[in-house]
């Protein structure tokens, strides 16, 4: 028995500073060291180590359960990023909110499914056409956008209402990696930052706000890296898994680099309310989602509910869809939506603007 519980010591101790280690993304930069980036993706799995660990003294009635109720306790204000509850699921009447904005994000995976089929294909655009029908957004921010060949998306939403659009791609047609924001209601002010992201300035009611789209870099990776991640899944790391970590570390890196060239400063000079939606491709707890949120707040962990994974591919199978919101907004509801035409799945948020956001 005593080996028994000199082992599981050990095995606490490694479980205890793993998720101390976890949390360490938000304050270290990935080009100073890409380990604490890297344990952020194992925040859940170590929380879940440690709760067993509290269970398994308790069972035998040992001190020992400290170690991971500590390591717990010092780290407890994560778990929020990931789960959630109270929350609000359901847009209000627009008639009690008459300030009330619903913006929807979607990376659309250019309508080609969730199994990566070759083509999009016209049934997908269909789809999605019926789910902004029945939701109806006023704001759409899409990323990954095709608008369809025999079914023209772009045509069906100007239809819908969605007179104003812009895309980075200069018109939404022929760039797979283009984002688009189409919106019923008027543009003040358009500014293409790069190829990724998108900013318009809004006009609600005689007051403005701006919404920023964007598709931070995303980890590039081939039918090799899957199969290397499924192997990792399964305990097995191998040198073949180098290729593998390398574009992690590349994507996270290059993360910092769109923080500290396009998004701060972009969030510095903004005058008016701002919202930022989009594909972060980016777990919450990194170093890109501390950095956000030291500026702007996070709808989900203001109004959502559950475990909220917007992306269901082989990684990062986190939420790496998000919205935030600055000063001049509040969050009225948070929703991750079901769909199978893309690899992620949509984010319905509804915001009011408060009294005091700029008028024209």
């Not at 890409?34 to 170590?46: D, T």
């Not at 660990?53 to 306790?73: N, P, Q």
Request: aromatic share 10%; with cysteine; charged share 20%.
């Amino acid at each position: 028995m005593k080996i028994v519980r000199a082992i599981l010591f050990i095995l606490n101790v490694i479980f205890a500073i793993g998720l101390v280690l976890t949390s360490l993304a938000g304050v270290i930069a990935p080009s100073k060291s890409i380990f604490p980036s890297l344990f952020a993706f194992g925040y859940l799995p170590m929380l879940a180590l440690n709760a067993m660990m509290i269970v398994l003294w308790l069972v035998f009635g040992r001190w020992e359960f400290l170690l991971s109720t500590v390591a717990i306790l010092s780290r407890y204000t994560l778990v929020p990023l990931f789960i959630q509850v109270g929350g609000n699921s359901t847009v209000p009447p627009a008639d009690e909110h008459p300030l009330m904005v619903t913006l929807m994000t979607y990376n659309l995976h250019n309508f080609q499914g969730h199994d990566k089929t070759a083509t999009p294909t016209d049934s997908n655009v269909c789809e999605f056409l019926t789910l902004v029908r029945e939701h109806q957004p006023d704001i759409l921010c899409l990323q990954e956008y095709l608008p369809g060949r025999k079914v023209s998306a772009t045509d069906s939403l100007v239809l819908m209402g969605y007179n104003h659009y812009y895309s980075t791609a200069g018109s939404p047609s022929h760039n797979p990696r283009s984002v688009v924001v189409f919106s019923k209601l008027p543009f003040t002010y358009v500014k293409g930052i790069d190829r990724t992201k998108l900013m318009v300035e809004v006009l609600k009611d005689n007051r403005r706000f701006r919404v920023c789209c964007v598709h931070m870099d995303s980890y590039q990776f081939d039918d090799t890296d899957f199969e290397e991640i499924e192997k990792m899944r399964h305990g097995e790391v191998q040198e073949s898994s180098r290729r593998t970590f390398s574009k992690v570390k590349q994507t996270l890196i290059q993360h910092e680099e769109e923080w500290n060239n396009s998004l701060q400063p972009l969030i510095a000079e903004c005058s008016v309310p701002m919202v930022l939606a989009g594909d972060m491709n980016d777990i919450p707890s990194s170093f890109l989602y501390h950095k956000i949120t030291r500026h702007l707040k996070d709808t989900y962990t203001e109004k959502g509910i559950g475990f909220s994974t917007t992306y269901d591919g082989a990684f990062p199978k986190f939420r790496i869809d998000m919205v935030f919101h600055g000063e001049g907004i509040s969050t009225l509801s948070y929703k991750r939506l079901r769909s199978k035409i893309s690899d992620h799945y949509p984010v319905l948020v509804a915001f009011e603007l408060n009294d005091e956001t700029t008028a024209r």
